[in-house]
């Protein structure tokens, strides 16, 4: 996705060789604009996939997804980075280790939300050991449900997350994928 790509280097910032600050349009601040067309290209990808349901994981995630849901029209659902104060089984929970905070936090999703019918397609604004992503996956195949694709916003291609989501045979489709990052230095593939 040109534009996109054209954004994170115009604005982006490599805060190491392996962090990516893109707070001007995704992470603090938000370019509506930009996050409608993101909604765009997942549509145009993901159109025939048989999807019925978004996921997504607060808080970086909601912007590009809300506007791939209405696009698509179809319900979405944010993924709580909380444990339930509840755990009465009307919940599935997973333990996820945070790439930037490198600490772990309960992944929560309410029962209330999925069904064994549902093929979800995941979104996130960025993809780096695919720690999130299979956080996300563990609770919708828990419920027995189907993942029918895996969205990125920002691929970090360098790290791990992208061949283990391949290998594992899910469909993702990252619209800007970094080969290297360095000081100085943003490099797609
Ligand atoms: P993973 O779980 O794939 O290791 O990391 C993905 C999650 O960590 C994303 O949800 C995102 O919030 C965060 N993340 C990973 N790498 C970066 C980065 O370079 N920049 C920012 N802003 N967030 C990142």
């Not at 808080?59 to 698509?72: D, E, L, N």
Request: zero cysteines.
């Amino acid at each position: 996705m040109d534009i996109l790509k054209e954004r994170i280097l115009q604005e982006g910032r490599a805060l190491s060789e392996t962090v990516l600050k893109v707070d001007s349009f995704l992470n603090h601040g938000v370019d509506a604009r930009l996050m409608y067309d993101i909604g765009t290209y997942f549509k145009e990808y993901y159109k025939n996939h048989g999807i019925t349901k978004i996921f997504t994981i607060e808080s970086s995630g909601i912007a590009p997804t809300v506007m791939t849901a209405m696009q698509m029209e179809l319900p979405m659902v944010t993924l709580k980075k909380q444990s339930s104060k509840i755990l009465n089984g009307d919940v599935y929970q997973t333990t996820v280790h945070s790439f930037t905070k490198g600490s772990d936090y309960e992944l929560t999703l309410s029962k209330k939300y999925i069904s064994p019918e549902d093929n979800i397609l995941v979104i996130d604004d960025f993809l780096a050991n695919g720690e999130a992503a299979l956080g996300a996956i563990r609770l919708i195949e828990e419920a027995g449900a189907k993942v029918g694709g895996i969205g990125i916003v920002i691929e970090k291609s360098f790290q791990p997350g992208r061949a283990i989501l391949d290998e594992k045979g899910y469909d993702v489709y990252s619209l800007a994928r970094i080969g290297k990052l360095g000081k100085g230095i943003i490099e797609f593939i």
